[in-house]
């Protein structure tokens, strides 16, 4: 994986992931039918692997405050280290070549989040939250655009931002409870 993640796909050949992985590539070959089929399956691996967010029932226990916090610092705990990040970028820049990573990318990390907290959003009338699914696309939203553009596009010292500073902002202002100062 390292192999595609630093030099992207089109510079990636086989004899450096075999040399890489040290193995041969007819070994490769046995399990893989070519480069693409390799590439998928790793990015598959690595994005379901990863993106397995801790969503079990005690990720959704307690406050709706606590819990909207907590989902946002898993989220950046689970997605914002170096591999991740490069990850990304390879799905991004690959995303016309391999429409289908990118559609994985979306299904396991961005929908998954979003039916989860459209659901959690419906079990809590009481936060009278009108379009569940828009508040959970705008919160899951805001997350994923801090992360391109903080780190995906390098923009952290051109505009910085904190991650508390966004989670104490966004988590407010999703429950329809901000503060003015």
């Known amino acids: 994986m390292q192999v595609f993640l630093q030099q992207g796909y089109a510079n990636t050949s086989m004899d450096r992931v075999a040399a890489a992985a040290g193995v041969s590539k007819q070994t490769i070959y046995s399990h893989f039918q070519d480069k693409e089929g390799l590439f998928t399956a790793l ?3 690595i994005t379901i692997e990863r ?5 079990g ?3 959704l226990q307690g406050e709706p405050e606590a819990v909207l916090r907590r989902l946002a610092q898993v989220y950046f705990d689970k997605l914002a280290s170096e591999e991740y990040m490069a990850l990304i970028r390879v799905v991004i820049a690959e995303s016309n070549r391999f429409p289908e990573l990118a559609q994985l990318y979306t299904r396991t990390v961005i929908q998954k ?3 989860i907290l459209s659901d959690f959003f419906r079990s809590h009338p009481e936060l009278k939250i009108a379009d ?3 508040t959970a696309h705008i919160f899951f ?5 801090f992360l391109i553009s903080q780190e995906i596009l390098y923009g952290k010292h051109m505009m ?3 991650q508390d500073q966004l989670i104490d902002t966004l988590v407010p202002m999703v ?3 901000q503060r003015h100062q």
């Open 175 to 177: 429950l329809n409870r």
């Open 160 to 162: 910085p931002l904190a």
């Open 132 to 134: 569940p699914e828009a």
């Open 51 to 55: 993106i397995q967010l801790e969503f």
């Open 43 to 45: 990015i598959r691996r």
């Open 57 to 59: 029932t005690e990720m």
């Open 113 to 115: 989040g979003r039916q």
């Open 141 to 145: 939203g805001s997350l994923v655009s």
